[in-house]
């Protein structure tokens, strides 16, 4: 595996580079559930030309790169807007650009524990999140030294409220909750986590990662949705990606404090050693200004109105999903979500039981690439504008593989979200 000495003209690498891709899903044709959200031809447009002007830039020092900081002021300021913090008696809101959710949960678990260490003397830090919150979250304890309390999700798979209450403590730093959840794509009661976060002062993340850009426009349409934003007493933090529902390319995501006070806890500032002074908002050093950029100039091109557009196809695509599974003898959907996320398994009170992932497989034949979980088995669709228009043939398919695994299973009991090579 060593470098070649010599390097290559241009035409050749990018060849090579295009033949690499050649086993990667085919997300353009509509046909993956997740991972890449496609908002259409002039969406790609702007962000490439946006790409393109910022493809070398760095936000380390946005004294070198002013742009950059009035990038991120103001699309820091427009998902506050858009998460109405107008409403806030302290507001508004404030927050950082991060790379992507997980960047964004690491920084609300660090505000939260530092805040909780600094305003409340807490030395064991605790965090209190149901079994449905990401992983992230996991990982930020695990990175940040705080005791995990997982509880289980109700029926509905929302989070246990009571079974959070139950293990509260004076050391709880942080408590979780999710607008809405990935695995079954539900939301947990934010008023009532909030209510139980500030019981003992601790902070209230709410991750939006998947909602945050979806949710403000679903309200827009008209449907109904719970409450879950700055609106709500006791949210201390939202985290809302860019990078999936808000269309941009990835690595761009919003962690928004309720104010400007308790932002300085997730961000490091430090002056002792001979490199100059040093102060960092988020978990990176050298940022790219490219998904930075990117995200402000999708945000600009598609305004309130195109985000709404965008979403009323990304739910009817979500509602028809559902109806046409529920009439599919054998399969169900779990919990009674109305977003975009909708998770399938085999249902019990049908005469055939169907092994989910030997229907993953079959559907993966057809083309279609969904993510895997358990318990129950089931498969996961992240549903966005990218399957406008494919939903029919997918319902069409999906009957035809149910009758194709019915009766058959599969010793693949893999349920990969996240891999390490
Ligand atoms: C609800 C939720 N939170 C957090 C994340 C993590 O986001 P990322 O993969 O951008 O780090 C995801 C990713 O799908 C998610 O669905």
Request: with cysteine.
């Given at each position: 595996m060593e470098l070649a000495a010599q390097g290559?003209?241009?035409?050749?690498?990018?060849?090579?580079?295009?033949?690499?891709?050649?086993?990667?899903?085919?997300?353009?044709?509509?046909?993956?559930?997740?991972?890449?959200?496609?908002?259409?031809?002039?969406?790609?447009?702007?962000?490439?030309?946006?790409?393109?002007?910022?493809?070398?830039?760095?936000?380390?020092?946005?004294?070198?790169?002013?742009s950059l900081a009035a990038i991120q002021r103001e699309v820091v300021g427009w998902t506050g807007a858009l998460l109405n913090d107008a409403e806030l008696s302290g507001g508004p809101a404030a927050g950082f650009l991060t790379s992507g959710g997980t960047e964004s949960i690491l920084c609300g678990v660090l505000a939260a524990r530092e805040?909780?260490?600094?305003?409340?003397?807490?030395?064991?830090p605790e965090i209190v999140l149901s079994e449905s919150a990401h992983a992230a979250f996991h990982k930020a304890a695990h990175n940040?030294?705080?005791?995990?309390?997982?509880?289980?999700?109700?029926?509905?798979?929302?989070?246990?409220?009571?079974?959070?209450?139950?293990?509260i403590n004076s050391n709880?730093?942080?408590?979780?909750?999710?607008?809405?959840?990935?695995?079954?794509?539900?939301?947990d009661d934010v008023p009532a986590i909030a209510a139980l976060a500030a019981s003992v002062d601790a902070n209230c993340h709410v991750d939006a990662c998947m909602g945050g850009f979806v949710l403000p426009f679903a309200e827009r349409l008209g449907r109904t949705v719970q409450p879950w934003d700055f609106r709500v007493d006791g949210v201390t933090t939202i985290s809302a990606d860019i990078h999936k529902l808000g269309y941009a390319p990835k690595g761009v995501s919003v962690i928004l404090h309720r104010t400007k006070e308790s932002r300085?806890?997730?961000?490091?500032?430090?002056?002792?050693?001979?490199?100059?002074?040093?102060?960092?908002?988020?978990?990176?050093?050298?940022?790219?200004?490219?998904?930075?950029?990117?995200?402000?100039?999708?945000?600009?091109?598609?305004?309130?109105?195109?985000?709404?557009?965008?979403?009323?196809?990304?739910?009817?695509?979500?509602?028809?999903?559902?109806?046409?599974?529920?009439?599919?003898?054998?399969?169900?959907?779990?919990?009674?979500?109305?977003?975009?996320?909708?998770?399938?398994?085999?249902?019990?009170?049908?005469?055939?039981?169907?092994?989910?992932?030997?229907?993953?497989?079959?559907?993966?034949?057809?083309?279609?690439?969904?993510?895997?979980?358990?318990?129950?088995?089931?498969?996961?669709?992240?549903?966005?504008?990218?399957?406008?228009?494919?939903?029919?043939?997918?319902?069409?398919?999906?009957?035809?593989?149910?009758d194709e695994v019915s009766g058959t299973t599969t010793d693949d009991r893999s349920t990969t979200y996240a891999t390490l090579e």
């Open positions: 290559r003209p241009v035409d050749e690498v990018i060849a090579d580079l295009t033949a690499k891709r050649a086993d990667d899903v085919k997300w353009a044709d509509g046909k993956t559930f997740g991972m890449v959200y496609d908002g259409g031809p002039s969406v790609h447009e702007v962000a490439e030309q946006a790409a393109r002007l910022y493809l070398h830039e760095n936000a380390l020092n946005t004294q070198a790169f002013p805040r909780a260490a600094i305003e409340r003397g807490v030395t064991e940040f030294g705080l005791k995990v309390h997982k509880t289980p999700v109700r029926d509905d798979f929302t989070a246990d409220v009571d079974a959070m209450a139950a293990v709880t730093a942080l408590v979780v909750a999710s607008a809405p959840q990935y695995p079954q794509g539900v939301q300085k806890y997730q961000t490091f500032v430090f002056g002792d050693w001979i490199g100059g002074f040093y102060a960092s908002p988020n978990m990176q050093g050298t940022r790219s200004g490219l998904p930075m950029a990117c995200a402000w100039a999708v945000m600009q091109h598609l305004g309130i109105d195109g985000y709404v557009e965008l979403t009323r196809q990304t739910l009817e695509n979500a509602d028809k999903m559902r109806a046409g599974i529920a009439a599919i003898d054998g399969v169900r959907v779990l919990g009674d979500g109305d977003l975009h996320l909708v998770a399938m398994a085999s249902d019990p009170a049908a005469e055939r039981q169907i092994d989910m992932f030997a229907l993953g497989d079959a559907l993966m034949k057809y083309g279609w690439y969904h993510d895997r979980q358990t318990p129950p088995d089931n498969l996961h669709s992240t549903v966005s504008n990218t399957n406008t228009g494919v939903i029919d043939d997918y319902l069409a398919d999906l009957a035809t593989c149910v």
